[in-house]
């Protein structure tokens, strides 16, 4: 199932859409990826829909919605919020293992919060792994941490230990 078909039930245009009422008839637009998206970015992270938010976070592992969700967390409406975004992916209790390099680029990312929430997702990670990219995330964890400050150092230790457990798997 493609990404964009994630949801479908709820963003489905023939059941949800926007309407202008007019004067001569209803005009209807086609609810798009991209309102699927910013739907899925604003029922995470604005305040206003906090009740809605659990909700939100059961029916994405329902409906297999972690390919939309991965793809709000890419999305450049998302930058101000990102961090609430990856935190919504250990939160749901989806299973993330394939997608372990791009929660290492997250984990390596400048801002904390987003690397923190990385980094607990990858730690939710139940597998089956590609020994490939752990091998491969283990090397670019410990070329990172030669860069970084010895507070981010700490969360990198625990990260690599994590990551040649998850070998052992």
Do not use: H
């Amino acid at each position: 199932m493609k990404a964009s078909d994630d949801l479908a039930k709820y963003f489905n245009s023939k059941e949800y859409a926007t309407t202008i009422v007019g004067e001569k008839e209803d005009i209807r637009f086609p609810v798009t990826n991209e309102d699927k998206i910013s739907a899925l970015i604003s029922l995470l992270s604005d305040p206003a829909n906090k009740e809605m938010k659990e909700e939100a976070l059961i029916t994405l592992k329902k409906e297999n919605g972690g390919d939309t969700l991965l793809l709000a967390i890419a999305s450049s409406k998302a930058i101000n919020v990102r961090n609430i975004l990856v935190a919504a992916c250990w939160e749901s209790e989806i299973n993330f293992s394939k997608y372990l390099p791009f929660f290492i680029l997250l984990a390596l990312d400048e801002n904390y919060l987003i690397s923190i929430e990385a980094i607990t997702t990858i730690e939710y990670m139940e597998g089956p792994f590609n020994q490939k990219d752990l091998t491969e995330a283990i090397k670019k964890v410990k070329a990172f941490k030669k860069e970084i400050t010895t507070e981010r150092q700490v969360l990198l230790n625990d990260l690599v230990v994590t990551l040649e457990g998850f070998l052992k798997i």
